[in-house]
């Protein structure tokens, strides 16, 4: 590696010691930094096909927005957990050091998380596109009133949902919006889609399942003020009659990681703070 991208909060305190740590300590090591404010995406876009790795120096929400930007150049991304959850982060500032010098002499991985397409089509015609590292949603805006969204999976139709929403989200997005409705959590390795309604009224489907290369379309029968909302940061409004398309994406994530497969199992157990029931 030899240029390597560092993605700072420009807002926080913790965010901005660490970067100039980072920089530091890459420098000294002989690499090329250029460092990015997590609030210049335009920027972060330009700089990415020259970038060999980028360092993520925030929250998830730091890391979507990274994604969003440097996915489509094969950049792999190495998360530095200054958020709350921190589920795809890979390392604490604590252990940033000994990370970077792992990576520098090549004792890692490349994990590949799958990605999802989304086109909003209105009459026919596809006004918005864009890619989801977590999900999509179809749901209800600042009205109160839910929405009635029909489902087809390859063609067939599934079930109508009068919802809060509807959730399209891939084994990334599996442990955020989805598990908050009551979603399954899928391993992050599997290729599949999870389709989960958000508070269904009078529904048995709660959550379905179906395989990575699945088209769904979600059809939004009724609603008032309805939004469709991507990775939880980009927001287009909906009007009845409006069809959100989902596909499989051609670009996959990819983040760096030091622990074996079996690191998303602990980190289900830390983050979530669920009880540790191991008998041993």
Not at 146 to 165: F, I, P
Request: with cysteine.
């Amino acid at each position: 590696m030899r240029r390597v991208g560092i993605l700072y909060q420009p807002q926080r305190a913790d965010s901005l010691r660490l970067v100039q740590d980072v920089a530091d300590l890459l420098d000294r090591r002989g690499l090329e930094i250029r460092r990015v404010s997590a609030e210049d995406e335009a920027g972060l876009r330009q700089a990415a096909p020259a970038l060999d790795l980028l360092v993520t120096l925030g929250g998830d929400g730091t890391i979507v927005s990274a994604v969003r930007a440097v996915a489509a150049h094969g950049v792999p991304i190495l998360g530095v957990n200054l958020g709350r959850l921190g589920f795809l982060a890979e390392v604490e500032p604590a252990q940033l050091a000994e990370a970077l010098s792992a990576l520098l002499e090549g004792r890692y991985m490349v994990e590949e998380r799958m990605m999802l397409r989304a086109a909003l089509h209105r009459q026919g015609q596809a006004i918005l596109e864009a890619e989801a590292i977590n999900d999509l949603v179809v749901g209800r805006g600042r009205a109160s009133r839910t929405v009635r969204v029909a489902v087809d999976v390859d063609g067939h139709y599934v079930a109508t949902y009068v919802a809060d929403g509807v959730i399209i989200s891939t084994p990334t997005g599996s442990t955020a919006y989805s598990l908050a409705a009551g979603g399954p959590v899928l391993a992050p390795e599997l290729r599949c889609i999870a389709i989960t309604p958000v508070a269904a009224h009078l529904s048995a489907l709660r959550a379905l399942v179906i395989p990575a290369q699945s088209r769904v379309c979600l059809r939004l029968l009724k609603a008032q003020e309805a939004m469709l909302t991507v990775d939880g940061q980009l927001d287009a409004e909906l009007h009845a009659g409006d069809e959100v398309h989902s596909t499989i994406s051609q670009t996959t994530a990819k983040f760096i990681r030091f622990g074996n497969k079996g690191y998303f199992y602990e980190t289900i157990l830390r983050r979530l703070r669920w009880p540790d029931r191991n008998p041993d």
